[in-house]
């Protein structure tokens, strides 16, 4: 055998094997194929080998049961039906639509360079508002708040940070205790007013020296961090402009395709 005879036979026979692989089941010979799988979750956004072994027997089943629906439709002629033949062209129609829409904004692409002039140009867009890290401790009554106050209020640094901590997942009655009483950030309006006020009052490192009272209870608040009001860095926010950039584009170039046809095609409407 010849060296090209043997390339040729081993590509022939490394194909093969990568179809056959690919292949998960078959209904009477019709094939379902993890490509057939990755089109349906491609939709939202998801991917055949990154579910679990549950998840994928249950997609393959169902796919299985369409096949065999697909035979039970055929042997009962509804390829015949009006309805279906109907139902089928404008199905094409939409098919034509979405695949040519696809591949219309597959080729709007955006380079970095364009995104950062998007951002230099409007750097307002992007602004910031101030924001603060807290945690805090939730307990029922003012007295439990101030005993946990003067326990604290002789620590700084990374020893009241520790305490406070501790604190919170033995005493705090809120949600966050399990996690020392971590907020996050927030910004102005996402908290209750006497609380988001103690908060934003206080600076990197302190407790509140009084407990702050709210509908939920008395609360000793630490901040552990804080944010000045800014504008986002571009690396932050890129992949936002590049979407939007790239979905104003593609709405553009489909608003001047039908307008250009407009202007080809001879239109009737009734409706005035």
Same mark, same amino acid.
């Given at each position: 055998?010849?060296?090209?005879?043997?390339?040729?036979?081993?590509?022939?026979?490394?194909?093969?094997?990568?179809?056959?692989?690919?292949?998960?089941?078959?209904?009477?010979?019709?094939?379902?194929?993890?490509?057939?799988?990755?089109?349906?979750?491609?939709?939202?956004?998801?991917?055949?080998?990154?579910?679990?072994?549950?998840?994928?027997?249950?997609?393959?089943?169902?796919?299985?049961?369409?096949?065999?629906?697909?035979?039970?439709?055929?042997?009962?002629?509804?390829?015949?039906?009006?309805?279906?033949?109907?139902?089928?062209?404008?199905?094409?129609?939409?098919?034509?639509?979405?695949?040519?829409?696809?591949?219309?904004?597959?080729? $709007?692409?955006?380079? !970095? @360079?364009?995104?950062? %002039?998007?951002? =230099?140009?409007?750097?307002? +867009?992007?602004? *910031?508002?101030?924001?603060?890290?807290?945690?805090?401790?939730?307990?029922?009554?003012?007295?439990?708040?101030?005993?946990?106050?003067?326990?604290?209020?002789?620590?700084?640094?990374?020893?009241?940070?520790?305490?406070?901590?501790?604190?919170?997942?033995?005493?705090?009655?809120?949600?966050?205790?399990?996690?020392?009483?971590?907020?996050?950030?927030?910004?102005?309006?996402?908290?209750?007013?006497?609380?988001?006020?103690?908060?934003?009052?206080?600076?990197?490192?302190?407790?509140?020296?009084?407990?702050?009272?709210?509908?939920?209870?008395?609360?000793?608040?630490?901040?552990?961090?804080?944010?000045?009001?800014?504008?986002?860095?571009? $690396?932050?926010?890129? !992949? @936002?402009?590049?979407? %939007?950039?790239? =979905?104003?584009?593609?709405? +553009?170039?489909? *608003?001047?395709?039908?307008?250009?046809?407009?202007?080809?095609?001879?239109?009737?409407?009734?409706?005035?």
């Amino acid at each position: 055998m010849s060296l090209v005879k043997s390339v040729t036979l081993a590509s022939i026979l490394f194909v093969s094997s990568v179809s056959a692989a690919d292949v998960l089941a078959t209904v009477d010979g019709a094939t379902i194929t993890k490509d057939d799988i990755n089109m349906i979750l491609k939709q939202q956004g998801g991917d055949f080998d990154k579910l679990t072994k549950e998840q994928q027997k249950k997609i393959v089943d169902k796919l299985i049961e369409r096949e065999l629906l697909i035979k039970v439709a055929k042997k009962a002629g509804v390829e015949k039906d009006a309805n279906y033949a109907k139902a089928l062209e404008n199905y094409k129609k939409d098919l034509a639509i979405k695949i040519w829409m696809d591949k219309l904004y597959e080729r $709007s692409l955006i380079s !970095d @360079s364009e995104a950062n %002039k998007y951002y =230099q140009d409007n750097k307002d +867009k992007f602004k *910031k508002p101030e924001q603060v890290h807290a945690r805090h401790i939730l307990v029922k009554t003012e007295k439990e708040a101030k005993d946990i106050i003067n326990e604290l209020k002789s620590l700084k640094g990374e020893e009241l940070k520790k305490k406070f901590i501790e604190l919170a997942k033995a005493k705090s009655t809120g949600p966050s205790g399990k996690n020392g009483g971590d907020l996050g950030f927030f910004g102005k309006g996402q908290m209750v007013k006497s609380f988001e006020d103690a908060a934003f009052a206080l600076k990197k490192g302190e407790i509140t020296q009084t407990p702050i009272k709210t509908q939920f209870g008395y609360h000793v608040i630490y901040v552990e961090d804080k944010k000045p009001e800014g504008i986002a860095p571009f $690396s932050e926010v890129k !992949d @936002s402009i590049i979407a %939007k950039i790239r =979905q104003e584009q593609f709405t +553009k170039a489909i *608003k001047e395709a039908i307008e250009n046809q407009k202007k080809e095609s001879k239109i009737t409407n009734t409706i005035k």
